[in-house]
């Protein structure tokens, strides 16, 4: 069983930047950061595979970074020139499946979620 640990969510001003963290127990084939803001669906922020290779939504590329330590077991997303529009709870959601996507019908293991607040 994969279990997912988010943490370094926060509120910063536009502009700002934040780098989450997710750590987990077991290391899947391609892992992912998603987020959901209130009154919205869940969306695939980046994605990344063991092959280093990654993929971003428009909304965030330029901008954020995923990058995977398997020697400390964690998943990090770079967030920077933050903007109102990217706050939400952000996910960090495995898959063991083979593939690099961010389709969230995929991923078979979520974590709790981080709050990331984005003032103007």
């Known amino acids: 069983q994969v279990h997912l640990v988010e943490s370094g969510g926060g509120s910063v001003q536009s502009g700002g930047s934040l780098t989450l963290s997710c750590l987990y127990n077991?290391?899947?084939?391609?892992m992912g950061w998603f987020r959901q803001a209130p009154g919205k669906e869940r969306e695939g922020v980046a994605a990344?595979?063991?092959?280093?290779?990654?993929k971003y939504a428009e909304s965030v590329e330029g901008r954020f970074t995923i990058s995977k330590d398997n020697t400390r077991n964690t998943l990090y997303l770079q967030m920077n020139s933050l903007k109102p529009e990217d706050t939400a709870m952000y996910y960090c959601?495995?898959?063991?499946?083979?593939?690099?996507?961010?389709?969230?019908?995929?991923?078979?293991?979520w974590g709790q979620g981080t709050q990331v607040t984005v003032s103007s």
């Open positions: 959601g495995a898959k063991s499946s083979f593939g690099l996507t961010t389709w969230i019908q995929l991923y078979n293991y």
């Open positions: 077991i290391s899947t084939h391609c």
């Open positions: 990344i595979d063991d092959f280093g290779s990654a």
